[in-house]
């Protein structure tokens, strides 16, 4: 899924505040982590959406306006055909079926069921960020747009509460204003180093609580280099729609994600690193959602269609065989699953938009930064809550729509 050499390494994540510290993944490339994400297209349930305006005051920012957004992005997509899946994500679906679950794209307004899930390819070839919005205007503004690659950002200058400027290795650039996109982890921190104090920024962290199962596949199958990384998914209820989610990914793993979420974690930069406390099933109901998701999946596993496929499924590279983890009480059960690294990679909230009254919130509802002038935020940072979907689309949309608004204002 991943090239090495596309990921950040100065970014650490620990489950809990002093747990066990690994690096967590994210993309530094031109596209950003679309560069090396795993293609999974989907636009986020209704009610997240609504609850923008219904639950933080965004007035204008639901289900409506943000459907018609990504509709107006026109995003290419590719739906695999039966051919294009691998054995075991056919096995995962049919399970899924023999269970119940209803037939599902995972592209609209409501996504419970198990289905192929749309991906970010156009010819078999990944469409990142950069190739889907930048490429083509880079191209039609000959002159108008450069692309400083490999540049990073240190600071934005801030001179009587308005952008002027932003610091680049030994140089200042100055600029009429600033629309910072360097994602969750970054933008908080961006903010941070430019001298900006609100309260709520690096924290409301959020991020889907994951577990990967590891699949012994039986004789004769495997993920072969012609299936599609990523190809199905089956979403699922517990104590609400679509919180759980089941995700085979190659190399012979099936990751359980819990996608809504309460916990919320924080991050700080220590000596130029990103250091992320997810905060993982801090709260009883991500524990409940994520002990419902691990009896799920051990549904799914324990049926006719997976076993003919696979013979084993495991916690860990060692083999211990999930129904041993499962034997344990909640508790245990739980506690075995914060200290694992584990998420979806999916974090949002550590720059969240909100009214100027909420002390957290750090934008407005045009991504405005509180306090100063001719600075925005368009990423993954402002959401004030994670969607129960796959990020990247969501991010794509809300960016859109901070841009056309930007766009309004110069006109
Ligand atoms: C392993 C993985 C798999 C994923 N799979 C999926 C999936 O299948 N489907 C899906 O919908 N979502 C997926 N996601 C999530 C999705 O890719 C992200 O939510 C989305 O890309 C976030 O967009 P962003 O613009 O907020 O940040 P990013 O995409 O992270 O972009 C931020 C950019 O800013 C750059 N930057 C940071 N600091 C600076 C600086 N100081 N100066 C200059 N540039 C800077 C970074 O290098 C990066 O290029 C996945 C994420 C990961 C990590």
């Excluded at 943000?66 to 039966?82: D, F, M, Y």
């Excluded at 220590?270 to 999946?297: C, P, Q």
């Excluded at 045009?366 to 129960?388: E, M, N």
Aim: aromatic share 6%; net charge negative.
């Amino acid at each position: 899924m991943s090239r090495p050499d596309l990921l950040d390494p100065n970014v650490f994540a620990s489950t809990y505040t002093g747990g066990f510290r690994y690096p967590y993944v994210r993309g530094r490339a031109l596209g950003g982590t679309t560069a090396i994400n795993a293609l999974v297209q989907m636009w986020g349930h209704r009610d997240d959406w609504n609850s923008w305006s219904a639950t933080h005051g965004l007035t204008g920012w639901n289900w409506r306006s943000v459907s018609a957004e990504i509709e107006r992005l026109g995003l290419p997509s590719h739906v695999p055909v039966a051919s294009e899946i691998g054995p075991v994500t056919s096995a995962v679906l049919a399970a899924a079926r023999e269970l119940g679950a209803s037939e599902c794209r995972h592209q609209a307004e409501t996504l419970d069921g198990a289905g192929a899930v749309a991906l970010s390819l156009v010819g078999g070839r990944r469409a990142d960020a950069f190739g889907l919005f930048v490429t083509p205007r880079v191209l039609e503004d000959s002159g108008r747009m450069i692309v400083h690659a490999g540049a990073a950002v240190a600071e934005i200058v801030i001179e009587a509460d308005r952008a002027t400027g932003v610091v680049v290795g030994a140089d200042a650039f100055t600029v009429d204003g600033v629309v910072l996109a360097a994602g969750t982890v970054w933008s908080p921190i961006l903010l941070r180093r430019s001298g900006i104090s609100r309260a709520g920024i690096g924290r409301n962290l959020k991020d889907h609580p994951a577990i990967s199962l590891w699949l012994g596949l039986r004789d004769g199958f495997a993920f072969t280099a012609s299936n599609l990384e990523v190809a199905g998914l089956v979403v699922a209820s517990s104590t609400d729609d679509a919180d759980i989610n089941l995700l085979p990914v190659d190399p012979n793993q099936l990751v359980v994600a819990v996608t809504k979420v309460s916990s919320v974690g924080h991050v700080t930069e220590v000596d130029g690193t990103a250091e992320v406390v997810l905060g993982t099933l801090e709260t009883h109901d991500d524990a409940t959602r994520m002990l419902a998701a691990l009896r799920l999946a051990a549904d799914v596993c324990a049926s006719r269609e997976f076993t003919n496929v696979v013979e084993t499924v495991s916690i860990d590279a060692k083999g211990t065989p999930l129904s041993t983890l499962l034997a344990h009480d909640d508790e245990t059960i739980i506690s075995y699953v914060r200290r694992l690294p584990g998420a979806y990679s999916h974090a949002v909230g550590t720059c969240r938009m909100g009214l100027d009254s909420d002390a957290e919130a750090v934008v407005d509802a045009t991504g405005a930064v509180f306090g100063v002038d001719g600075l925005w935020v368009a990423d993954a940072s402002v959401f004030p809550d994670i969607p129960r979907a796959a990020t990247q689309v969501p991010v794509m949309a809300v960016a859109g729509r901070i841009a056309h608004g930007i766009a309004e204002r110069l006109r």
